[in-house]
């Protein structure tokens, strides 16, 4: 592929200026793991079932119990139940994360069985609550369950996304999003497969309104005046047009946008208001996680759900190969304007012709760049504050903002 060269000189920085890599030992991942992280949709880990799970550089199990559990057709302690095949589309059943190995001699235990609200190991039968504690070993005459525990994870379940707590200690509350909670509106949730670059990249193209009007040309949107602060969220960026429209993207730190498509959409909606959180996955590659509140609601709403229903399902290999060929020469972004994925082409060419990991040192920055800035200064700070053992800002979030100025 074209974009597979790496560009990586964070090794002459100091550990503060390095944003990019996001392991358990790097000081970008011990912060980022901080902060609950969205790992999945609710609605893609059915029950009864688990499966391996990448991100910030480490492996982990995630799975989700039994709806209806049932009893195992074989006596205790020989064997394991059947797969589950039940697939509810309430996924009431809670989830959990775990340690990816087993304990026992290091298998990977997604491989595994779910049984009832725990899962048992494929290769030897050892069986694990959703703590981590293991509390059955079939084979064993002398069972020593007691003694063994893996790691779980503190999760929960928001607008209809799985959250996950990597951190060390008692996790912070799980932030809230009240716009976003009105049943009464349709609320969407879309995951971006994993883009060949570094979370980061797609972090900085949020503050910055200007490459809308290059990288995006057909939106025919004019150079905006660019302004930002640092918030008790983030920053705030205000873009001013010419026509005296001011548009407001919020940053929340350490890797969520907030931003507003549209005042009036052209299928009956108020214009839709969305939250993305960027999640490294490795330090090459990232995921996107978007809730999108779409504001209609009655008729119109059922409306909007049935042209949903009848569109055929995204696939999700096209934005990623399109953008390959235009990153190749094999096509050009004028080739594509008609395709109903061309925004999302445009970004994935921008941000992964930066390089897997930019040298964000030999930037030339402007003054259009000062949401760039803004975000690059904050999150400086709040590592070089945890490298050197001094208290970090403690992000709040308003019950509401506003995405128009």
């Known amino acids: 592929m074209a974009s597979t060269q790496t560009i990586d000189t964070t090794q002459s920085m100091p550990p503060w200026k390095d944003f990019a890599h996001t392991g358990p030992g790097a000081l970008a991942g011990r912060y980022l793991r901080l902060f609950w992280q969205p790992v999945c949709r609710s609605a893609d880990l059915v029950?009864?079932?688990?499966?391996?799970?990448?991100?910030?550089?480490?492996?982990?199990?995630?799975?989700?119990?039994?709806?209806?559990?049932?009893?195992?057709?074989?006596?205790?302690?020989?064997g394991t139940a059947p797969l589950s095949t039940q697939h509810s589309a309430l996924n009431t059943a809670a989830?959990?994360?775990?340690?990816?190995?087993?304990?026992?001699?290091?298998?990977?235990?997604s491989t595994g069985w779910v049984e009832g609200d725990d899962l048992r190991c494929f290769y030897h039968g050892w069986k694990y609550d959703g703590s981590g504690q293991c509390i059955e070993q079939p084979a064993e005459p002398e069972p020593f369950c007691q003694r063994i525990r893996i790691r779980s994870y503190p999760i929960q379940e928001y607008l209809g996304l799985i959250f996950v707590y990597f951190g060390d200690g008692e996790p912070p509350p799980l932030p809230r999003y009240p716009e976003f909670e009105n049943d009464d509106e349709i609320r969407e949730n879309t995951v971006y497969v994993s883009w060949p670059c570094n979370?980061?990249?797609?972090?900085?193209?949020?503050?910055?309104?200007?490459?809308?009007?290059?990288?995006?040309?057909?939106?025919?949107?004019?150079?905006?005046?660019?302004?930002?602060?640092?918030?008790?969220?983030?920053v705030e960026t205000r873009s001013s047009y010419p026509n005296g429209e001011v548009e407001v993207d919020h940053f929340h730190m350490p890797n969520l946008s907030q931003f507003q498509i549209g005042v009036r959409g052209p299928d009956e909606t108020q214009g839709r208001d969305r939250l993305a959180w960027r999640v490294p996955v490795d330090d090459g590659h990232h995921m996107s996680f978007i809730v999108s509140q779409i504001h209609v609601s009655g008729a119109a709403a059922e409306r909007y759900r049935e042209r949903q229903r009848n569109r055929p399902q995204p696939d999700e290999t096209v934005v990623p190969a399109l953008g390959e060929a235009v990153l190749a020469g094999e096509k050009h972004i004028l080739d594509l304007l008609e395709h109903p994925n061309v925004v999302q082409v445009e970004d994935y060419v921008t941000l992964v012709a930066q390089g897997v990991i930019p040298d964000r040192q030999a930037d030339h920055l402007g003054r259009s760049d000062v949401g760039v800035i803004e975000v690059r200064r904050l999150w400086e700070r709040e590592m070089r504050a945890l490298a050197e053992g001094r208290p970090l800002k403690e992000w709040v979030r308003p019950d509401h903002l506003e995405g128009r100025g």
């Open 47 to 78: 029950a009864g079932r688990a499966v391996p799970l990448k991100i910030l550089s480490e492996d982990f199990t995630l799975y989700r119990g039994e709806e209806n559990p049932h009893p195992s057709p074989l006596p205790e302690g020989e």
């Open 199 to 234: 979370f980061f990249n797609r972090i900085e193209n949020a503050p910055d309104s200007v490459h809308v009007t290059f990288a995006h040309f057909q939106i025919g949107q004019k150079i905006p005046l660019m302004d930002a602060r640092e918030t008790d969220y983030g």
């Open 95 to 109: 989830a959990h994360a775990l340690a990816f190995r087993c304990a026992h001699r290091g298998t990977q235990l």
